[in-house]
């Protein structure tokens, strides 16, 4: 097992900071284009399984290639890596504008999450590369706010772009902010080659027991994450009598309610049993869940957003503070990678399980089903907690 890396006190700086902003920068222009994707799909003729395939091009992308970009960090290098996907990254942005067909749309964001795969992983690897022992928690989660924050507040200045100017503006915007983290990188960005010198196999890590839960986690998160993102707006139009923009603020509260709790809770997960907080973000998660067919209204909708996102924030720096301990021992890239994997491939399986439900039982079975889902692999959670407090 690898102890955490010895840099300066600023290099780690240079680092942590880099890398944040890299992040926060790459995420705020995901979550710009995000919401204008549909409307933009609909002026090159998409259908809806078109958009569907828009959109599920860039995560089945994400899901293939974070595995591999990771282990091969953990034994060739990190800096390289980021750089390039940022880079291509930004290429990737400027072409949105000519795209002319659906196809053309689907293989820019086929290659988008590509470069996306050779950023956020080996990031968060390089989070735990320098993460103290007992403070993987304070560390992962005041990284992972980054995530969190730009996916939060770019649908919201994507909206406003757009209204203010058009969604070409967007596109280039999105661009404009991965440059920004581009040369951030370039410039500031130490580099550091990850201490394992044979890459751990991707069967392997599915496998290594310290890894186990967290991809439970993350599969069942992605699961419930990917129905409240992609069917929220379904349901508060039929339900919940929302506004296109009331809809856009509940998204955006439960993503920020995440974001706002990744560093008070990172430091609960070094202090406190990090099952037993797996354990309560996924109660509250299931419970937002299961409320929100049965009301209507703007107030109720951002109380369930905000029980949601808490849910996460509680729950999320807890299960990354696991990966980096078993990441020690595998390779942080590797574990990174895979945990990634496993939630790209939740966010894939995710709408078509619930559209078939959605098609057969009506909109409010698909949260019924999802709040269904966490409620059972909550128990494992607490059984991992009860073993973990005999043993402390």
């Known amino acids: 097992m690898s102890d955490p890396v010895q840099i300066t006190d600023k290099?780690?700086?240079?680092?942590?900071?880099?890398?944040?902003?890299?992040?926060?920068?790459?995420?705020?222009?995901?979550?710009?284009?995000?919401?204008?994707?549909?409307?933009?799909?609909?002026?090159?003729?998409?259908?809806?399984?078109?958009?569907?395939?828009?959109?599920?091009s860039f995560a089945l992308s994400r899901a293939i290639a974070m595995p591999f970009f990771g282990r091969f960090s953990d034994t060739c290098g990190r800096r390289q890596f980021i750089i390039t996907g940022l880079f291509l990254y930004m290429i990737f942005s400027f072409l949105y504008i000519p795209a002319s067909s659906v196809l053309e749309l689907s293989a820019i964001r086929f290659f988008q999450g590509i470069a996306s795969a050779m950023v956020f992983?080996?990031?968060?690897?390089?989070?735990?590369?320098?993460?103290?022992?007992?403070?993987?928690?304070?560390?992962?989660?005041?990284?992972?706010?980054?995530?969190?924050?730009?996916?939060?507040?770019?649908?919201?200045?994507?909206?406003?772009?757009?209204?203010?100017?058009?969604?070409?503006?967007?596109?280039?915007?999105?661009?404009?902010?991965?440059?920004?983290?581009?040369?951030?990188?370039?410039?500031?960005?130490?580099?550091?080659?990850?201490?394992?010198?044979?890459?751990?196999?991707?069967?392997?890590?599915?496998?290594?027991?310290?890894?186990?839960?967290?991809?439970l986690y993350q599969m069942m998160n992605a699961f419930a994450n990917g129905t409240f993102m992609v069917f929220l707006p379904v349901i508060a139009a039929h339900i919940g009598n929302l506004s296109t923009g009331e809809t856009g603020l509940v998204i955006s509260i439960s993503i920020l309610s995440t974001a706002l709790l990744q560093k008070v809770c990172g430091g609960f997960a070094d202090r406190y049993n990090k099952y037993l907080l797996i354990a309560t973000g996924c109660i509250m998660v299931a419970i937002a869940l299961a409320l929100v067919p049965g009301f209507e209204g703007l107030w109720a909708y951002i109380l369930f957003a905000f029980i949601m996102g808490a849910g996460g924030g509680?729950?999320?720096?807890?299960?990354?503070?696991?990966?980096?301990?078993?990441?020690?021992?595998?390779?942080?890239?590797?574990?990174?990678?895979?945990?990634?994997?496993?939630?790209?491939?939740?966010?894939?399986?995710?709408?078509?399980?619930?559209?078939?439900?959605?098609?057969?039982?009506?909109?409010?079975?698909?949260?019924?089903?999802?709040?269904?889902i966490v409620l059972v692999t909550t128990p494992v959670f607490l059984s991992k907690a009860s073993v973990f407090s005999r043993r402390t």
């Open 11 to 56: 290099d780690h700086r240079l680092l942590f900071t880099s890398l944040y902003a890299a992040v926060f920068s790459t995420m705020l222009g995901i979550g710009i284009v995000i919401p204008l994707l549909p409307r933009f799909a609909e002026t090159l003729g998409a259908s809806g399984f078109g958009i569907g395939m828009i959109f599920s």
């Open 121 to 215: 992983p080996i990031a968060m690897a390089y989070i735990g590369d320098i993460a103290p022992a007992g403070m993987e928690g304070r560390y992962l989660g005041t990284f992972t706010s980054s995530l969190y924050l730009g996916m939060g507040l770019g649908p919201f200045l994507g909206g406003i772009m757009t209204d203010i100017a058009n969604m070409e503006m967007a596109f280039i915007c999105m661009a404009a902010l991965t440059g920004v983290a581009l040369l951030t990188s370039f410039l500031f960005l130490p580099d550091y080659r990850g201490r394992k010198r044979v890459q751990t196999p991707l069967y392997h890590l599915l496998v290594h027991p310290g890894l186990r839960i967290p991809i």
């Open 314 to 372: 509680i729950s999320v720096p807890a299960m990354y503070a696991l990966v980096t301990i078993a990441g020690r021992e595998v390779g942080q890239g590797g574990a990174m990678g895979t945990i990634n994997m496993v939630m790209s491939t939740g966010m894939i399986i995710s709408p078509i399980i619930c559209g078939m439900f959605m098609d057969q039982a009506g909109i409010s079975s698909v949260f019924f089903l999802s709040a269904a």
